[in-house]
T-cell receptor
């Protein structure tokens, strides 16, 4: 299957700082990338969908000014958590798709805000 | 009502057991269906797609009943390595909707 990487795999930051997470499709061009969040013992929740070169579409309840998404190329999307707070601590997972029905997941980024 | 609902689990079974997971979804217009496996603190990995005709992959059998909006996964001859959380996933107009997952623990 296709390979998707995420960086960093784990990050600890202080409350009030911003954190950038990168998602890269390594061996294919991703027309669409998805960002998910997963809290402990809960399922993955879609945060936003981004298409290369256009603004991301955010799910209801997700603040677009807090979770900035940039999909600058067909192989890279970034999620920036601005002014992070402890309640933002979570497992953030991206996926990339080159077709409507198939998504390839990155290994995830574990964010801890102290 | 949740869009995708699964048995809460956890399921604790001995090696060699057969275990079945159930899932229901609320949107009758959903187009495709999957089972994913997620190991602790890892990303989900596609286990298999689910078709109306039913499909089998080794010890795993998945079935879909569109009329009842019901999906199932059967694991035969459980192995220790099958221990994981199994996620029922529905594709709704290009978005993947995940169930909360059912934890399986296979014991020696």
């Amino acid at each position: 299957g296709a390979v998707v990487s995420q960086h960093p795999s784990r990050v600890i930051c202080k409350s009030g700082t911003s954190v950038k997470i990168e998602c890269r499709s390594l061996d294919f061009q991703a027309t669409t990338m998805f960002w998910y969040r997963q809290f402990p013992k809960q399922s993955l929740m879609l945060m936003a969908t981004s298409n290369e070169g256009s603004k991301a579409t955010y799910e209801q309840g997700v603040e677009k000014d807090k979770f900035l998404i940039n999909h600058a190329s067909l192989t890279l999307s970034t999620l920036t958590v601005t002014s992070a707070h402890p309640e933002d601590s979570s497992f953030y997972i991206c996926s990339a798709s080159d077709r409507v029905y198939e998504q390839y997941f990155g290994p995830g980024t574990r964010l801890t805000v102290t | 009502r949740k869009e995708v609902e699964q048995d809460p689990g956890p399921f604790n079974v001995p090696e060699g057991a057969t275990v079945a997971f159930n899932c229901t979804y609320s949107n009758s217009a959903s187009q495709s269906f999957f089972w994913y496996r997620q190991d602790c603190r890892k990303e989900p990995k596609l286990l298999m797609s689910v078709y109306s005709s039913g499909n089998e992959d080794g010890r795993f059998t998945a079935q879909l009943n569109r009329a009842s909006q019901y999906i199932s996964l059967l694991i035969r001859d459980s192995k220790l390595s099958d221990s994981a959380t199994y996620l029922c996933v529905v594709n709704d107009r290009g978005k993947l909707i995940f169930g909360q997952g059912t934890e399986l623990s296979v014991k020696p």
